[in-house]
């Protein structure tokens, strides 16, 4: 079993930045591929970022240039950077991990909210 704790989320002004955590515990894979995802009202839920851990990084478009993630593998964390943030990425986001190779994430955080006011 993996257990995923997100953290980091809030109430930040359009332009402003936010970065979320993802601490994850338990058995991790070996390969694996951690997922930052995100589902506002109404809306589907869209992947928005993903590392390998061999450290290969993929971006939706709409965040391309403004969201980093990165991984700590000492912390067992992998983080989101978001900046110049717009109130359509106002979502709970959510991270979560899968095998790599695997055409599903296992595994899922609780949420957290990101609210961007205009």
């Known amino acids: 079993q993996v257990q995923l704790v997100e953290s980091g989320g809030g109430l930040v002004q359009a332009g402003g930045s936010l970065r979320l955590s993802c601490v994850a515990s338990?058995?991790?894979?070996?390969?694996?591929?951690v997922g930052w995802h995100r589902q506002a009202p109404g809306k589907q839920r869209e992947l928005v970022a993903s590392?390998?851990?061999?450290?290969?990084?993929n971006y939706a478009d709409s965040v391309k240039g403004r969201f980093t993630i990165s991984g700590d593998t000492v912390k067992n964390t992998v983080y989101l950077q978001m900046k110049s943030l717009k109130p359509e990425d106002t979502a709970v986001y959510y991270c979560?991990?899968?095998?790599?190779?695997?055409?599903?994430?296992?595994?899922w955080g609780q949420g957290t909210q990101v609210t961007v006011s205009s």
């Open positions: 979560a991990v899968r095998r790599f190779g695997g055409l599903f994430y296992d595994y």
């Open positions: 338990g058995r991790t894979f070996s390969s694996r591929v």
């Open positions: 590392i390998t851990s061999g450290g290969s990084t």
